[in-house]
């Protein structure tokens, strides 16, 4: 039997720019591509520092996490891409404030561009279901 991938967007999470789903998941095993600090009820950058389209990125994920049946104790991995590392310890402080005590494997990449005027910063991660 052949595994199904099931691929989408939840409401109330920003638009996706190009041509994919944010969400990816295979049976428990869920991948949200990359995100930015957007607010989805205006489509707006959250703010032009790096702490608030931070706590927007992981409030995001909270949303599409809870479509799938999973919450941000569940995260394992995230990756993180900064568009200037000069910003390293402002997004560590809303990140930790934001994921409370959890705290997943993370990577973080100084990028030279992202694809929106005024993004800071990216995320994606990969997570697990609650049933796990």
Do not use: C, W
Not at 19 to 39: E, R
Not at 62 to 85: C, K, T, W
């Amino acid at each position: 039997m052949a595994t199904r991938v099931e691929t989408f967007t939840p409401p109330q999470t920003p638009t996706p720019i190009g041509p994919y789903s944010h969400v990816a998941k295979v049976g428990q095993h869920i991948s949200i591509g990359g995100t930015a600090g957007v607010d989805p009820a205006t489509g707006k950058l959250a703010g032009a520092d790096v702490a608030a389209q931070t706590r927007q990125i992981i409030s995001s994920f909270r949303v599409m996490l809870e479509a799938v049946g999973s919450d941000l104790e569940h995260v394992l991995h995230v990756n993180i891409f900064l568009q200037d590392m000069a910003d390293f310890d402002a997004m560590n402080v809303a990140y930790a404030e934001m994921m409370g005590s959890h705290r997943p494997a993370r990577t973080v990449f100084a990028v030279r561009e992202l694809p929106r005027p005024g993004v800071l910063l990216t995320m994606n991660l990969t997570a697990v279901t609650r049933e796990s």
